[in-house]
């Protein structure tokens, strides 16, 4: 729920800027890439850095 908060409270202005389909679309980009990323990860640590 702190993440659903944060983000909208991130988002929400940017949407309404920019409009909100442009805006879901990058952030759905965004979390496919670091979803990829995530999978080179090769231990807890480098998975944190890859997410972050």
Same mark, same amino acid.
């Given at each position: 729920?702190?993440? %659903? /908060?944060? &983000? !909208?409270?991130? +988002? /929400?202005?940017? /949407?309404?800027?920019?409009? @909100? !389909? @442009?805006?879901?679309?990058?952030?759905? %980009?965004? !979390?496919?890439? &670091?979803?990829?990323? /995530?999978? +080179?990860?090769?231990?807890?640590?480098? =998975?944190? &850095?890859?997410? =972050?």
């Amino acid at each position: 729920m702190l993440a %659903f /908060g944060v &983000f !909208t409270i991130l +988002f /929400g202005p940017l /949407g309404d800027r920019y409009g @909100k !389909t @442009k805006i879901i679309n990058i952030a759905a %980009f965004g !979390t496919a890439i &670091f979803s990829m990323l /995530g999978a +080179f990860a090769f231990n807890l640590p480098s =998975l944190i &850095f890859l997410e =972050l």
